[in-house]
């Protein structure tokens, strides 16, 4: 038998993956002329306005406005909502962190829902027993792609009056019955960091069909000024979350092969499901609902049961995948379960015995839990290959699958 490439052995995967990020002559010339420009920076130049203007034509949204990242995409989008200290944020327990660290960061608290167990999107049959009085908006997360039910968590935002905010970081070009993610609510983010579907390195975008509130994100992201200001009147407190033209440039070109990588991707993705399938330990994310009409597969996940695998722990099935050629990655945790949530490192933003926040330790979201304790992902650069790469996965699976429950071993 093949000896596991983790102990020496040859790797399963025998040629590499496409390179990520993915860059052309377009990439190259766009940053050239920025930088011939001169004109590096977005009020003085025409990049950052353009990649606006098309991104938000990209995502059937009326206006868009760039920002420097992701994470300050959400806490600019919710200072415009202009929270009070101790609102709160329906948030699902299961996300990158910054889907709650952001509500922290305007002084509202975030509140964990469970997800759903099939598709790890916020669980909207849990939405209602979670609102108060203080409940103000909901941060549905389209998990890896896959979108929320927005039909549930609209109408439940509509009955109690809340924003809806959609965390898209995941998912560029997503829809859900034919319409693009982004202006489904209120608004939504989109985050351009190094592994999103498309990026500069860094990255954010806000997205919305409402003028009034693109214009109250602008002065979040713009220290406080109004975009015709020239007299340095501040008329909010508000930090530099501006993106730079030479993002803007990357994105622009980045935009262009979007589409071509998302088939290419759902149709690898639908392969790989019945491929894996037929793997026993593995569960892949569920992807069936019929009104998420375009799913961009942000990151391959699925369940990883190590007693399939003679009782291989998840983190060395990972450690093994990465030494046989496969990009892997152990679940984010449930939020709640990280240090500075469990220990309620807020400083400065909030005090521990702030009465406004819940009891952290206490929070039970069950489903988030185990799927932040069993579920590995694969970089979406995976599904841009062709047959013999997925062939090639699930070659390195069953290696190790085959060295774990024999008495050969894993390292």
């Not at 377009?26 to 130049?45: C, D, F, M, P």
């Not at 606006?52 to 420097?68: G, P």
């Not at 841009?384 to 996965?393: N, P, T, V, Y």
């Amino acid at each position: 038998m093949e000896e596991l490439s983790i102990n020496g052995g040859r790797p399963a995967k025998r040629k590499p993956f496409p390179a990520w990020p993915m860059y052309d002559e377009k990439e190259l010339a766009a940053v050239k002329n920025v930088i011939e420009s001169r004109q590096w920076w977005r009020t003085i130049g025409s990049q950052v306005k353009a990649f606006e203007q098309e991104f938000a034509k990209y995502q059937n949204a009326k206006y868009a406005l760039a920002v420097a990242n992701g994470t300050q995409a959400i806490e600019v989008a919710l200072a415009a909502l202009g929270l009070a200290h101790g609102d709160e944020v329906l948030v699902p327990a299961f996300s990158f962190i910054s889907t709650a660290s952001a509500v922290l960061s305007v002084n509202a608290v975030p509140i964990f829902v469970d997800i759903d167990p099939d598709t790890y999107c916020l669980d909207a049959k849990m939405l209602a027993a979670a609102i108060t009085p203080r409940t103000r908006a909901i941060i549905p997360v389209h998990m890896a792609g896959h979108v929320a039910d927005m039909d549930a968590i609209l109408d439940i935002a509509r009955q109690h009056n809340l924003a809806v905010v959609e965390d898209a970081a995941h998912a560029h070009g997503a829809e859900w019955k034919g319409e693009r993610v982004g202006a489904l609510g209120l608004g939504s983010i989109f985050s351009f960091q190094a592994g999103k579907l498309m990026t500069a390195g860094e990255g954010g975008i806000i997205v919305s069909n409402d003028e009034a509130f693109i214009e109250r994100c602008f002065l979040f992201s713009n220290c406080g000024r109004p975009r015709t200001d020239r007299t340095y009147q501040h008329s909010v407190l508000a930090g530099n979350c501006r993106m730079s033209e030479l993002h803007a440039a990357v994105l622009r070109a980045q935009l262009t092969r979007l589409d071509e990588q998302i088939e290419r991707r759902e149709a690898n993705a639908a392969r790989l499901d019945r491929m894996l399938g037929e793997v026993s330990g593995l569960t892949p994310q569920r992807r069936h609902d019929p009104r998420v009409t375009r799913d961009p597969y942000y990151m391959y996940m699925f369940r990883y049961d190590e007693t399939a695998f003679g009782g291989l722990s998840r983190q060395d099935f990972v450690d093994a995948l990465i030494a046989e050629g496969v990009p892997s990655y152990v679940a984010y945790p449930a939020i709640h379960r990280t240090p500075v949530f469990r220990d309620g490192a807020f400083a400065p933003r909030w005090r521990s015995d702030d009465p406004a926040l819940p009891d952290y330790n206490a929070v039970s979201c069950p489903v988030s839990e185990e799927i932040g304790d069993t579920v590995v992902w694969f970089h979406h650069s995976v599904l841009l290959g062709d047959e013999q790469d997925l062939r090639e996965i699930v070659e390195a699976v069953e290696k190790i699958r085959v060295h774990a429950t024999n008495t050969v071993g894993v390292a």
